[in-house]
């Protein structure tokens, strides 16, 4: 039930240079919980695609299943969306991009979709080199089935009060780089400044561009052992069982500057240490990425910003070696090999 | 010794060790008879394995058309040590063994009812050759030699074929004939040739061709203009890749550009491989993918997804036998109800069920063509037995005035022209609702599709009434779907009792009716060649007493779906099933049906009258 | 206005948002019914989502015992504004409209046949409490004490249950109850209370329980001695393993060691899941995995391996509404077919169709021990609505001289003393083969298993004879199953008419039975528990009729089902099906069955006579 | 149709530590090619499970689908084993390790079925930790289903003539270092003296083990544009058609010293560049290995040998907090929580 918002016309509102206003990036009301940052992340994609002049038609949203995935219906109303199945956008994008490459693809994931039930297809893709933008809206929990780690779980996990979650979490940024992706960034969903620029840089980038978004989940953040926890807040405070009690939660804002950290209030109360890349940070170097990530790790440390970036890049199409035109707009007329050419086959088969 | 004699009539078997190249010199063989005129029946039984182990190839001669698989051997050419006592084993009495009499046989088991053929293979090779490949190779190419002077096999057609097959490159082709030679040479020289099981040239064939059915289905998808193919490696269904690959990149490759008019994707599994063909359909292309059984099992979340948010998906299943990895080198029909009613939940699915390759390459392209009227799955269901081996079929043909019907879309200029796009609504009666491409119009036609409950207009709904709406217009879809599948193939003259099958039954049944005949035993047949069933299909069952439903799977999977579909009595559904990974045989098939027949006094009495 | 008048029969429905906190104050309304010694029938019908949309809470009072859905309100608490109109739409006339009047009410679609009883809840939360969340959570607490004194709830049962819950946590207790206090009052003060609509103590449900199905499969699991799960999160399934892990971990926890009796694996998708239960299962312990629809249709390949290769797997599928995502927070018994022959080529399941939450128990043992003895998947089906509502229940319980059934196992003593083991020999003729868990014995007992084609000995066969004698027993055990599963519950008069139904339908069959009897339709019944369906089933069908098949799928899968396995004439199977999400209701049945009789010329004459 | 050996008694073979002979530790007769580099990992594995003095009956192997999976049968005839479905073997052994703590389990896998389709399930295992040895039987192809390129095609692409492989492979070597594998190593089929005691080692260790041990398939390492690949031959050499003429190979042997490299050339004449790591490479340091492998990457190298071994290891019995006891041995009596326990909760639902 998403509830279509009123269109109210403006008649002095500004608009891009397609003569788009900001409204028609637009989508249905969101239905996540209030404070969520899936929605942060929508925001950040409308004002982006805005802001790049997109036309909104030409794009196509393509998402797995999860409050993440859900968010499609929620930005670019006059685009086509796809909600598919859980964990398997990838594949659908890779054939709607072999389809027709002139559109531009985003698909929409959740850190569960992505990296419990849906990481063979991510890898794969990220090796298919697809043009694309891929965005995990990363919360460490399965949101929609109502908070159970998922693989990333823990990217807080230095700050983070009681017992640590025993598993190891997966990083989409080096499994990306490893995996030879050429435009790989992590955002913080509250960091709009930080995340708008990081989107247009990837929908502008002619290859696979993944952003691993950290985008607090108000709702599920509950850790054991977290002293500000659902699970603790049912127990120790809130005077009434709340077993479907979401309280009402501002969304986690953030402004600061590059080269510099920040350590962020959780909606769980736990800590967030984010570092925002140095403005002098190189970006071409794969290597120095990969090891870059692996120093933050040891120091507890979440690096955000253009992690690694290779502009010369190979585009799936590249590697196909299809024709200029959109596959799905060719006529059959050029796609029937025709009756003479039947009839030599024929031949060969007598 | 019994007495045995035919002309144009016979099986020769070669018993082979995989991976020791005598597939090409047993097809030449093979094509041999068909460039003589005669119907032939090659099959193809090899291993789950790539070296080593043995494997079998069987030819059908039959000047009457009967193409099936007989169930007998009369000449065998035994070189497989392995197997050499269950090959001698499996010959008519009177019948002919070829071995390498390089060794002396083990005089243990000898037959006395058969004729045995020494020919000194390796002794031969051994002394013409130097390279040990070579020598291996040109084994098998001398007793395609003797086969010929054998069963006077035309030793120019011989020539002619292997001079196709490497034009320009006269060497080889010299080489391969003096080894053709020297069989032909030594097997007159000490054997009285020809046979009395023996071929003569006929003109039976006329325009007819020989080709594997997974050829015809992949160049079926060049010709209904697909553009996209997603896939992963399984054995039977790997050629229809293969042979759409191989079409594609010939026919479709823009000649200035040197660039693909056509896009294929390894997928990493088949998740993925049935994924892509969701999101290409989706995004206005024609795509498809082929699999087998365990590739069924594992799409059958994503064949609910389209079904429900009504995506057009051609699947190819060859189907091999199962159940799980099963025998995955031998066929059976036994994906059937998996594929019919394949994901949780209410789905079902359309199918197309072809028999020969030029229905593989006819329903191919229909099967493109009804994913995109129905805008829904459409499995074509073939088998190992119809897309591995090669088959005698009618040439392929394209209908001179087809043009491709990509089913309801609302295009830029019916939006643009006030067409009141609501995507999952019924405006026709049909059930077909109207779909639009991504990127068609600025502001009209943008719809979201998903998995999730859905109303009429395509927003989301957990409204029971809006859901249940939506899915009684899914079954007046699946109504509009049996109208449009291929209707049966029926005789009927108003007997009593009749035979319903369908895909690779079809070469045996002929013969098997054709015999019954004989007996005296005579049946109406209906041959399926798609689901849902149509008002025919149910018609003729209600015009028969008795209908015997033969099938090659084991829980008579055939006969379920109409039971559960067309609320037909079971007492008038007879089954008949054959599963043991054989295609099935004509003598087989006269057993099973008299067996029943006869159990009948009514039919008894008719047989005595 | 109407008069609308009961004592212990009634509909109480309350309209909330989902994430507001209200559940925890509704269910305190329906336990204290059942408290009161009335049966009850809570359904909970949420959103697929987590907070701010429509949720509802029906309640569903009755001494006559009827505690399925009924199909109207009686007393609506409606405090949702989004769904305002609908709620009120759906009382009955004469019914009771709880709201919030804080603000005055929208006099536009004003109902004259209904009653209107404000309380302005945001009001006096405002005025009481400072904290927004306090107010908004006692909100509910506050509309729950208006109904005690309105419905005549009694209030020490509403003041104890809150006791028991806060156990030593006197503050907590003490502003709950006086937040129920607060709306006991104002309803006091400002309406007639109780209203003609009310509740009166009773004894009527004895050593019965109220508990959701989830919970008692997951018990189950724990007495069954389940030492293995592996699962993958999804909507209704989650809280079958919530429950195990709950249970497991207070029950079986090394006192001494703090250690584990149990391990639980929270795979990365439903492959896994499965995968994990298998090699658990092979090993030698008891494991068990819990899915809904789309693992359903993940997990079939694992599913056909395990046929084909007979490991013993339990699998509960609680259904949701399909297909594909469907309508994840409804019910439906849709994924019948689905389970029974999940995977592709010849393969069929055991099912297990529990009603009730005793069942839930009883069948997740037993399905333990059916797995085992039969070494093949068994599937528990159970559905949302018996999932993840409660239901009055007998009390769970393991008959006193209950041992495990670990089925046939060769240990070492039994290698050490000679007994010959081949892994699928058929030595019992009940189709069931010996199985040896690994590391059991050094030399004697190691096979190896596989889902390729095999002999009786276990080894490997591409051999047609062999794979098809294998096959053969397969069936044979399938026929063992049958003699299993539990019977059907049956109720046989000798009428000529009966109805055939499963699972949820059972609450409302009851009420709708009492009811038809009353218009004069009188009918035999049967509740089938298991499949593959055994000789008592057939035989009930074989005496009646006319049998009407009810259930809750569009395609009438468990029609179809009978229809192939036991060769039933669809003539005499009458489908009834419901499928809109929500669980069927009694006025629904008798609608529906008296419909189909009516039509029957044999049953109008039995009626009029 | 695999034949049994006739089990031929050698009065004065030689026995290890409990009374075995090697013979005891072998198979059923492989149906792999002649040559075929599985069979030579085989062989390694006996030869190591035998001078590790393991009773047979105690290991479990466990595989998936293809010509590496099927290995299993062809050693170890006194274990169980379970040929389970494709790409999923990963899934099978956790369940059974979790039932049985004190067997020793060998997973054996090929590039399809841990790279491809199996990609998750890898993934996942290295990060539940599970005790066991993980051998991919690496040949860049599939095997079984006839030379489609693996995504860890072209390990050897540096070195190979023609048209490179256009998708970039997954190396799982770094795959396993990135999400936490503490034992690492990469082996060569034909170099028994490094491969033997990778696996002793592997065996050994108390926690997750991943030996990724190149194997070359002698049928279809036709890579496209090879000069000596299949298809070229087909073309050009072999005078008939050969669609199914396998050429009698022999198995790819080498031996070299630490530290030093050698070039392989494979049955297709590519040649492999292998580099056995140094005798004083420190395989303790992760990060350090992932830049070593990065540096051997940009040289076209293959390191093989121990590269990562972490001894401080967290078993998944550890995580799971299970008891001593396997679970698969423990008695209805420890297992049942008694007739009061369930009386109590029945009470708690009234
Ligand atoms: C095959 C399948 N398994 C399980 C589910 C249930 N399910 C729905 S969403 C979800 C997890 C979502 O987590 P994530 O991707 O992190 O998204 P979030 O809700 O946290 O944004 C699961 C397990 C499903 N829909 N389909
Ligand atoms: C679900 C499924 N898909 C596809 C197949 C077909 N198949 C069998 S083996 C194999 C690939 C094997 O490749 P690899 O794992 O590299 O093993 P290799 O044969 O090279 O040793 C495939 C695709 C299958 N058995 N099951
Ligand atoms: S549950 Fe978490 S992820 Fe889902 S909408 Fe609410 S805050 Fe967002
Ligand atoms: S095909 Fe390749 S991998 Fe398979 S057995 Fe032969 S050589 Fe080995
Ligand atoms: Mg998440
Ligand atoms: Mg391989």
Redesign the interface.
């Known amino acids: 039930m998403s509830y279509a918002k009123p269109k109210v016309a403006h008649p002095a509102i500004a608009k891009n240079e397609l003569g788009y206003t900001r409204r028609d990036y637009e989508g249905s009301i969101s239905t996540l919980c209030a404070g969520c940052g899936h929605d942060s992340i929508s925001a950040a994609l409308i004002q982006a695609c805005y802001e790049l002049d997109l036309p909104p038609h030409q794009v196509a949203k393509i998402s797995g299943i999860g409050c993440s995935s859900k968010t499609p219906t929620y930005f670019l109303g006059a685009s086509h969306g796809f909600n598919s199945v859980h964990g398997r956008m990838p594949s659908v994008v890779t054939g709607a991009n072999i389809a027709n490459k002139d559109l531009v693809y985003v698909g929409v994931s959740g850190d569960g979709d992505t990296a419990s039930i849906g990481f063979g297809q991510f890898s794969h893709i990220v090796r298919r080199r697809l043009n694309m933008l891929y965005m995990v809206e990363n919360n460490g929990v399965y949101g929609l089935t109502k908070g159970q780690f998922s693989a990333t779980a823990d990217f807080g996990s230095a700050s983070k009060g009681g017992v640590p979650n025993p598993y190891d979490q997966i990083d989409l940024i080096q499994m990306a780089l490893q995996l030879g992706a050429t435009y790989v960034a992590r955002g913080f969903s509250g960091d709009k400044k930080q995340l708008v620029p990081l989107i247009k840089g990837a929908l502008s980038h002619p290859g696979f561009a993944l952003i691993d978004c950290i985008s607090p989940c108000v709702t599920f953040n509950n850790h054991e052992g977290s002293t500000r926890s659902y699970e603790y807040v049912r127990e120790h405070d809130v005077p009434v069982v709340t077993a479907d009690y979401v309280p009402y939660a501002k969304t986690i804002k953030v402004d600061y500057e590059p080269g510099t950290g920040t350590s962020v209030k959780m909606h769980d109360g736990s800590m967030l240490n984010l570092h925002k890349l140095e403005e002098d940070y190189d970006p071409y170097d794969r290597k120095k990425a990969i090891n870059y990530l692996l120093d933050c790790q040891e120091q507890g440390k979440i690096a955000t910003g253009m992690l690694y970036v290779n502009p010369d890049v190979t585009d799936f199409h590249d590697i196909l070696e299809t024709v200029e035109e959109p596959l799905s707009s060719l006529s059959y007329d050029r796609l029937n090999p025709g009756a003479d050419a039947l009839e030599s086959i024929n031949a060969s088969f007598r | 010794m019994p007495d045995l004699k035919s002309v144009n009539e016979l099986v020769l078997r070669f018993a082979n060790v ?8 047993n097809s030449l063989v093979g094509k041999s008879f ?2 003589m005129g005669l119907p032939v029946g090659p099959k193809n039984i ?10 079998w190839y069987e030819i059908r001669v039959s000047e009457k058309g009967y193409t099936g698989r007989r169930g007998s051997v009369d000449v065998m050419v035994a070189m497989n040590s392995q197997t050499f006592q269950q090959d001698v084993a499996d010959l008519v009495p009177g019948g002919y063994l070829l071995y390498d009499s390089t060794k002396p046989l083990n005089p243990h088991g000898r037959r006395d009812d058969i004729n045995y053929i020494g020919i000194p293979l390796t002794q031969i090779a051994v002394s013409k050759y130097e390279q ?3 020598r ?3 084994k ?2 001398i007793y395609a030699g003797a086969l010929s002077a054998l069963l006077d096999i035309e030793f120019d057609v011989l020539c002619d074929l292997l001079g196709e ?1 490497f034009r320009g490159r006269d ?2 082709i010299e ?2 004939i003096d080894a053709l030679q020297t069989g032909y040479d030594y097997a007159k020289r000490y054997y009285d040739c020809p046979l009395p099981v023996r071929v003569e040239r006929r003109e039976l064939v006329g ?5 594997d059915g997974n050829s015809a289905v992949g ?1 079926g998808a ?2 209904a ?1 697909a ?2 193919a ?1 896939w ?4 039977p269904s ?1 050629s229809v890749i293969d042979a759409y690959t191989k ?1 594609a990149s010939k ?2 490759t ?1 000649e200035t ?29 024609r ?1 498809f993918t082929a699999t087998s ?2 590739g ?3 799409m ?3 064949l ?2 389209a ?3 009504e995506i057009p998906v051609v699947l190819v299943d060859v189907q091999r ?10 066929t ?1 029909q ?2 059937l ?2 594929c019919a ?8 699915h359309v199918l197309l069920l072809p028999a020969t390759p030029d229905e593989c390459f006819e329903f191919s392209m229909l099967s493109f063509d009804l994913a995109e009227r129905l805008q829904t799955p459409v499995i074509l269901v073939s088998d190992l037995d119809l897309g591995m081996n090669d088959s005698v079929s009618k ?4 209908a ?1 005035d087809y ?2 019907d990509r089913g309801k879309v609302a295009d830029y200029e019916m939006l643009e022209n006030g067409f009141e796009f609501y995507r999952y609504l019924d405006i026709d009666e049909d059930g077909i609702p109207y779909r ?8 009209k036609g ?8 859905h109303n009429k207009y395509g ?4 409204k ?2 809006e ?2 709406e939506n ?2 217009r899914l ?1 007046g879809k699946f109504s509009t779907a049996a109208t449009l599948v291929p209707e049966p193939v029926i005789e009927d003259k108003g007997r009593p009792d009749a035979v319903l099958y369908f895909g690779t039954t079809l070469e045996p049944m002929v013969e098997a009716i054709d015999e019954l005949n004989q007996q005296g035993y005579s049946l109406d047949q209906i041959r399926l060649r798609g689901f849902p069933f149509s008002e025919e299909v149910w018609a003729f069952i209600n015009r028969h007493d008795r209908v015997l439903v033969v099938e090659q ?3 008579a ?1 055939m006969r ?1 779906m109409l ?2 579909e067309g ?5 008038r559904l007879i089954s008949v099933t054959q ?4 295609p099935v045989t004509a003598e087989f098939l006269v057993t099973a049906i008299t067996g029943h027949l006869s159990d009948d006094p009514a039919v008894s009495q008719r047989l005595s009258a």
């Open positions: 995989n991976g020791s190249g005598s597939a090409s010199a068909f460039r090899f291993p789950s394995n790539i070296q080593g182990l043995p494997t040990a490949r070579h291996q190779l040109f098998n190419v097959q060497k080889i080489s391969n325009d007819r061709i020989l080709v160049l060049v010709y203009g553009t996209v997603g992963y490696p399984i054995t790997t079409y026919l479709r823009d550009s040197g660039r693909k008019l056509f896009g294929i994707a390894q997928a990493e599994d088949e998740l993925a491989a049935i994924g892509m063909v969701i999101g290409a359909n989706w995004n206005g292309a795509a059984g365990p069924i099992s594992l059958s979340e994503f609910g997804l079904y429900y948010a036998c199962g159940p799980s990895t099963g025998m995955p080198t031998r059976q036994s994906d109800m998996a009613y394949a994901s949780h939940g209410d789905s079902r040439p392929m043909t394209v001179p043009v491709w639009t491409y991504p990127g068609t119009h600025p502001t943008a719809f979201f599709t998903r998995g999730s409950g927003g989301y709904t957990e029971g009434p859901y249940k899915m009684e079954l799977n084991r829980d999977q379920s039971m559960i609320d037909i009595d079971p007492a599963y043991d990974g054989m």
